[in-house]
């Protein structure tokens, strides 16, 4: 997989189509994922460059519950595509 913008949107649109908002926020903080008043919200660090945006989603991604009937189908064959690559590191 290779680390460019086209595969962080498509990273990003897995957590839209479950509801989440992913946002860039600065500060020293760890890139994690909040749950704020009942909404489904994904914080990132701003200053993380491209790899490290994709990265931290994914492990995010691997933490919290995605309900794949929400996917498109597009996004179903990207998230099948990621989950062979982490299996394979």
């Not at 086209?6 to 760890?30: A, P």
């Not at 909404?39 to 691997?62: G, H, P, S, Y």
């Amino acid at each position: 997989m290779k680390y460019t913008r086209t595969t962080l949107e498509k990273t990003q649109n897995l957590f839209k189509e479950n509801g989440y908002t992913v946002r860039y926020e600065k500060g020293s903080f760890q890139s994690g994922y909040a749950l704020v008043e009942n909404k489904k919200i994904v914080v990132i660090n701003k200053f993380f460059d491209v790899e490290a945006r994709i990265n931290t989603l994914i492990e995010i991604m691997n933490q919290v519950e995605l309900d794949f009937s929400l996917f498109s189908e597009k996004s179903v064959e990207f998230h099948k595509k990621v989950q062979k690559q982490v299996a394979a590191a």
